[in-house]
Every structure is written in C-alpha cells, then in structure tokens.
C-alpha cells in the first residue's frame, strides 16, 4: 500500500523537531555522563580524559579553607610532581601546587589570578617554564571550558547572565561526534570500572599511581619510555612554530602582577633526560627552537630582577634520570630534590 506522502511544511517541522529533540538529548548526556567534567558537577561516570584545571580549581578552593595559601607552584605536568610539602618544611609557608596537564602561558596567569581572586596572597611563586610554555599554539580547550579561570584570564562582560552564556557557547561547541564516542567510553569505564590513573593530594600534588605500580611491580619499561617520549619531544621542537608574542607577555604580566602584589617570583628551567640533551645537538632546528625558549627565559633575570634557576642538566640537583618517568618527566624522588634544590636558594 502506497504511503501517503508528507506535505513538505510538515517534513521540515519534523525535521526540526526530530533535530531539537536529538540535540536535547545529547546535551542532557553531556550533563548526566559529563565525560571531560566540563559540566556542573556530576562525577557518577568516570572521566574520559582527567581534567587537572578541574581538579585544581575545586583542591584550591577546599585547601584554602584550612588555612591561608602562602605559596604557589604553577608549571606543566613536569612541575605536577613538586611536593608542596616539601617547600612546606623549609620556608615556613604553605604551598598548593597548581600545575596542570599541557599547562601553558595562559594557565600559569589564570590560576595566580583565581587565587587571588579567591583572596589569597602567596609570597612566593614558584614558575616552572618549560618550551612548550610559550611556543605558539592553539588555546586549551580544558581552559576555555574552565569558567572560573577562563573569566580569571579574560573577564566575560558583566552581568548574572556571564556564565550561562558561557555554559551555552560550551553545549554548542561540544556538539560533535566526538562527544558521543566520548560517552559512550565513559558508559562502557562505568561498567567495566579502570584502575585510577592519577591521584591528587589535597595540597594539589599529583601521584602517578598507574605508572608507580608498574614500577614497583617490575612492568615498567624505562628505555621504551625515554625512547619514545625524546621523540616526541625532538618532534614537537622542530614543528614549534617559534615562540609566542602573546604567551611570552603573559608570562612577563604574571611576573608584573605577582611582583605588584609583593610576591617573590622564582622561575625554573625543567630537567631534560641526558640522551634528549645530547640529541638536541645534532639537530639544527629542534636546538634553535630550545635556545629562543631558553633565552626568553633568562632574559627575565635582567628585565624583572625574578631569580632564574637552570636545571635542565639533571646533575645540577643530583638526580637520577635513568629512573625518570620519561625524557621530561623526573621520577618523584627527583622531584623531591628538584624542591630541595629549589627551596635552598633562599626561597
């Protein structure tokens, strides 16, 4: 039997009710599931990938109840390992550590300014910067999700309204395929539940626990893991697209800013695996994009009168880097003699 067929004014309303409807519910599932937790509140899936600027904002938030933050320690993943207590024992203050996954310019100046936002007043700021830092690149989409360090970095235009406008321009952009395979990963992790990756302290120190374990029960491949992250790194160094006019000024603004409100800034240069070091010297490009990092950073000492502390070569704090994580990411113990080393310049 032959359908009758539809008038094309009722094909189009269904059209746009059906995509209404769909688009409903994937916004409902962004909410419920909330696979990169860039929504409310919501923890009952597990995360798809860990979200540090999440977990760092809410740690700060709930350390700084305790007592008063007097230290800060902002960098990427190679500062996440820094044990704030540590600093603790030797300078008398109290130090979160606020470094993030990828962390970038932009991060460094968000989360000073979110902590002061929050009415604290660190005396010391502990910067690790790393190439990476200032190169050029595209924005953290972590970030921009981020209300509170978003709005730090750039205010939103004033009003009650700021951040449900934010919220609909981060339902709009997560509208994608992407998305979807993201909660359904999240679905299937809520089944079948992963062993946590990462742990937090509650002074904002990040615990490797996966890889720690690994370690200890022999299954950890240091050589392969050196090999591989050196590669990565030799290739982001030769793509680098040189350094960023825009990250280089938000790294002097934080400088500025910290120093205006009375802060002792330290900046220090992260520790390279010897074999990456080495590997640096036999190639033109990668070197060239190392040494413009590298002299931005110590031009700082001159230009700011901020202490510019160089542990690029392992053996300036005694470590060990045949036991490092990768080419750039120290071991725990060598983070600890990393802050030791730190902390004895007079921090």
């Known amino acids: 039997m ?36 860039y929504f409310g509140s919501s923890d009952a899936f597990p995360q798809v990938f860990t979200n540090s600027r999440r977990v760092k904002t809410e740690a700060f938030l709930r350390f700084q109840q305790e007592a008063p933050v007097t230290g800060l320690i902002l960098g990427s993943s190679r500062s996440m390992l820094l044990a704030p207590a540590e600093f603790d024992r030797r300078t008398g203050l109290r130090f979160f550590n606020g470094g993030v996954f990828a962390g970038t310019a932009e ?27 200032i190169f050029e690149g595209s924005p953290s989409e972590e970030l921009a999700a981020n209300f509170a360090l978003a709005s730090a970095l750039e205010p939103p235009a004033a009003g009650p309204l700021a951040w449900w406008w934010h919220q609909l321009k981060l339902y709009k952009k997560m509208l994608r395929l992407q998305s979807l395979v993201e909660i ?115 031009s700082l000492r001159q230009r700011y009168a901020v202490q510019v502390i160089d542990l690029t070569d392992p053996g300036a704090f005694g470590g060990n ?19 030791r080393q730190l902390a004895a310049y007079g921090i």
């Open 2 to 37: 032959k359908l009758p067929a539809l008038h094309p004014r009722f094909f189009g309303l269904t059209f746009l009710l059906s995509l209404a409807a769909l688009t409903a519910l994937q916004c409902l599932l962004l909410t419920v599931v909330n696979p990169r937790r």
């Open 107 to 133: 991060d460094f100046l968000s989360v000073y300014r979110f902590a002061r936002a929050q009415g604290q007043h660190p005396q010391v700021v502990v910067l690790g910067l790393d190439p990476a830092a």
């Open 184 to 298: 359904a990963t999240s679905l299937h992790l809520w089944r079948n539940p992963p062993e946590e990756r990462n742990h937090f302290y509650a002074d904002g120190q990040l615990h490797e626990q996966t890889t720690e374990k690994a370690i200890q029960t022999g299954r950890y491949d240091f050589r392969r893991e050196n090999e591989r992250s050196r590669q990565r790194m030799l290739e982001s160094l030769r793509n680098s697209k040189g350094l960023s006019a825009r990250r280089t000024r938000m790294v002097e603004q934080l400088i500025q800013e910290a120093q205006a409100d009375h802060a002792r800034v330290i900046v220090w240069m992260p520790p390279l695996h010897p074999a990456l070091r080495q590997s640096l010297t036999a190639l033109p490009e990668a070197r060239a994009a190392d040494e413009h990092a590298r002299d931005f950073t110590l």
């Open 321 to 339: 880097p045949d036991r490092w994580y990768d080419a750039i990411h120290p071991s725990p113990q060598d983070a600890d003699k990393i802050a």
